[in-house]
């Protein structure tokens, strides 16, 4: 019967070390393979040529390497590079490389698909096919800072969890990503830098907040109506606002980090001074800033951008209400990079 390979990326550092002794090899090894796999990026056991013949084939017999594949680059016309990225079960993900003037961020995928059944967003589409592997979403915010590098002159500065998937539904996997993000063996980067965006599982909000993590947290809200928000957010209905407000205070009490809130306004959805007295009173309990994005028309048109005088009436709203505000313009939208966008259309 053929073996089953394990990927070795799955491994721990630790986990390789002992590989190692336990074949009746030294330890460090397992430092110098981990080095290949993660500082130096190794698709292949031929390339380490730190270790003998023997042990590379002895790795050969024992393990593969996942690696995944930047199968094809676009380029917008703003400087936004998206990739997709071709895992090694042939499934493809999208990541997006967004540069301003100050900062260059990675907007990566968590999941193949998604579960969650938004109306307003292209990836709704897909369905879930599975979760991404750590290294799975490791490998794209290593393939964007190599091209920040490339195509701007400086590393990545950023990281959003905005791409296709819910990253909460992905817990652990994300979290093992960000480990490896945030290392000094990986690329080192501060969590500050890097959000977590979800449409608010309440249950995995606490537990982020039970588990200390250091990086952002940006809840998709787009309406604070219950009622509004299932019918564009369906799964409002399993999880609705209440239940949402009451893991985001948990989460304040926790970490006092302020709490971001996206936000589209639509068209006879959510445009009325209603629906901004729902935000505000929805947003008293912890210090917020409310990030109004614009909306990235997908291929049905169900949806249209509000008028810049109910975006004026947000803004002031919220403004009179102590809210920060900020309103957000879409970047690389000639190449369906932007928010909501991501569809492996190519
Ligand atoms: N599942 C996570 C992360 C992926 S979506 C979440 O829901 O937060 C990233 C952001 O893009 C979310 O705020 C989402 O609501 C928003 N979005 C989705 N479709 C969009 C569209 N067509 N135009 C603008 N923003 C969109």
Redesign the pocket.
């Known amino acids: 019967m053929a073996v089953v390979k394990k990927d070795i990326r799955a491994l721990s550092k630790e986990q390789l070390r002992n590989f190692f002794t336990d074949n009746g090899d030294k330890a460090f090894r397992g430092n110098q393979v981990y080095e290949w796999l993660w500082q130096k990026s190794a698709h292949s056991f031929d390339v380490m040529t730190n270790l003998s013949k023997e042990t590379r084939q002895m790795l050969e017999a024992n393990f593969v390497i996942n690696h995944t594949l930047v199968d094809q680059m676009q380029r917008s016309s703003d400087g936004t590079i998206k990739n997709a990225v071709k895992l090694h079960d042939g499934l493809i993900v999208e990541s997006v490389l967004i540069p301003t003037k100050t900062r260059t961020t990675a ?1 990566v ?2 999941q193949v698909g ?1 579960s ?1 059944d ?1 109306k ?5 589409r897909l369905k879930r096919m599975r979760n991404l592997n750590p290294d799975e979403i490791y490998d794209q915010v290593v393939a964007i800072d190599e091209q920040s590098k490339l195509y701007h002159g400086k590393p990545l500065s950023n990281i ?10 992905n817990y652990n996997n994300v979290i093992k990503s960000i480990e490896k993000i945030t290392s000094p063996e990986g690329l080192g980067m501060s969590p500050r830098r890097i959000t ?5 599982v309440p249950k995995m909000i606490k537990k982020m907040a039970d588990d200390e993590v250091k990086f952002n947290l ?5 309406s604070a109506i219950d009622e509004v928000r299932t019918s564009i ?1 369906p799964f409002n209905s399993t999880f609705p606002l209440k239940d949402l407000r009451e893991a985001l205070a948990y989460w304040y009490s926790k970490t006092k980090n302020r709490i971001t809130y ?3 306004v639509w068209k006879g959805i959510n445009d009325t001074q209603e629906a901004v007295n729902a935000l505000v009173k929805f947003c008293k309990f912890a210090p917020s800033k409310v ?1 109004l ?6 291929d049905d048109g169900d ?1 249209q951008q509000a008028n810049d005088d109910a975006i004026q009436m947000y803004i002031q709203t919220l403004e009179r209400n102590g809210i920060t505000v900020t309103v957000r313009r ?1 970047r690389g939208k000639d190449i369906d990079a ?5 569809a492996n259309k190519s």
Do not use: D, K, R, W
Request: net charge negative.
């Open positions: 907007c995928s968590s998604c969650l938004c307003f967003c292209a990836t709704a959003v969890f905005m791409g296709m998937g819910e990253p909460l539904m977590v965006s979800t449409s608010g940006a809840v998709s809200l787009h957010m996206e936000y589209v990030n994005i614009e909306y990235n028309p997908i949806f879409s932007a928010c909501g966008q991501l």
